[in-house]
């Protein structure tokens, strides 16, 4: 997700819900659900929705994982680089997800912009089939 103007944030240390729900993204490398992601962690102490949201929410804002709008889930972030405007290949499928940068000046809010429409958030997605499952064979 790109944002034109963030604020500077103050780095907190992770609790201990963040932690376990970053962990599980980063493991499953595909799109997850608060509840795939309840699901998951239900042997590690996580009962209810709301503790799986707050962790998102807070993992949201710290830039470690990204809302995939589509589909209502989340991704662990793969990169760094938020100054740069990124998106997401999204495998149909497996709900894999490829995250990727744009190449700089990719002008992709040009059009918007020319009919003053003034963009203050861009999530780029590209929907379709990964290798693997248009031969059959699945990633891990």
Known sequence: ???????????????????LVLEVLRTERRAMSAYQILDALRDHGLRAPVQVYRALESLLEREEV?????????????HRDHGN????????????IWE???PEGAEITALADSKGFETHEVMVELHGRCTG????RKWG
């Open 100 to 102: 990727f940068t744009l």
């Open 1 to 19: 997700m790109y944002t034109r103007e963030k604020p500077m944030r103050r780095v907190r240390r992770m609790t201990h819900n963040q932690s």
């Open 66 to 78: 990204h809302r995939i709008e589509s589909l209502n889930a989340f991704v662990a972030c793969n």
């Open 85 to 96: 405007l990124g998106g997401f290949a999204i495998c149909d499928d497996c709900r894999t």
């Open 133 to 136: 499952c248009k031969t059959g």
